[in-house]
């Protein structure tokens, strides 16, 4: 597999709120198979480009390429984000059990109850939440509740997998058990692109950093060619520890 592709491309992306310029992206692309990391301070678009990337957002002038081939607006239909998944800081579960949460995007997509049992096993006993599948979603922490998310979003296998910020509100076992476990989690096809502060994260998994500053983006390179001196107060909080 070549794992330089640019599997998504964005050009001449505008966004604005409110008479408020958010975004205004002259080019960006996700690689194939990498960790595609967005960086910047908050307030600086990584959300607003994430939610564009993923499809979900349609109210921005630009031009996005799937593969190659420029995506109308008519086109990010549902069927081609199922291809995709997301994970958000803030997790938001269905009510009922936690085996309901995870095989809902499943039967979506029409699995058989067999397959289905057998994916969410599998991921949950990866993600080692097995012990909860039966458990009422309102009974859980807020680790178990983005463990369950993190779940229901692999657990299609997506092409792409898009990641906010996952780990901003998590306790700290939580956190040291996203950042161990994450990267074995993602298979060899999968392409993320992960929005984080996590100096640890970056360190860990990214192979491209994205630095956003003001709804721009100043550079795009691998990880090893990143300039981190460029980097402001506040967006790592420790960068001699990513160097």
């Not at 564009?52 to 239909?77: A, C, F, P, V, W």
């Not at 029409?110 to 979603?137: A, R, T, W």
């Not at 100043?218 to 300039?227: C, I, N, T």
């Amino acid at each position: 597999m070549n794992r330089g592709n640019k599997i998504l491309k964005v050009e001449n992306i505008d966004k604005n709120i409110n008479n408020k310029q958010i975004l205004q992206i002259r080019k960006y692309s996700v690689i194939k198979g990498k960790f595609n990391f967005i960086i910047g301070a908050n307030g600086s678009g990584k959300t607003s480009l994430l939610n564009i990337l993923s499809m979900i957002d349609n109210d921005y002038q630009g031009t996005i390429y799937y593969k190659g081939k420029i995506i109308s607006k008519k086109e990010r239909n549902c069927e081609l984000r199922r291809r995709f998944s997301v994970i958000w800081q803030e997790p938001y579960l269905y009510r009922g059990n936690v085996y309901h949460n995870i095989a809902l995007p499943l039967k979506l997509r029409g699995f058989n109850k067999k397959i289905i049992h057998k994916k969410v096993k599998n991921i949950s006993q990866k993600i080692e939440i097995d012990d909860l599948l039966e458990q009422s979603v309102y009974t859980l922490s807020g680790g178990e509740r983005q463990k369950v998310s993190i779940a229901r979003a692999l657990v299609t296998e997506p092409e792409i997998l898009f990641v906010d910020e996952a780990t901003t509100n998590l306790d700290e076992e939580s956190i040291n058990f996203f950042n161990s476990h994450f990267a074995d989690l993602v298979t060899e096809e999968m392409t993320v692109v992960m929005v984080s502060h996590d100096r640890r994260q970056i360190k860990e998994l990214a192979d491209r950093i994205a630095y956003l500053k003001k709804g721009k983006i100043l550079s795009s390179q691998a990880r090893e060619e990143f300039d981190f001196s460029q980097l402001g107060a506040g967006i790592c909080s420790s960068i001699e520890e990513i160097v």
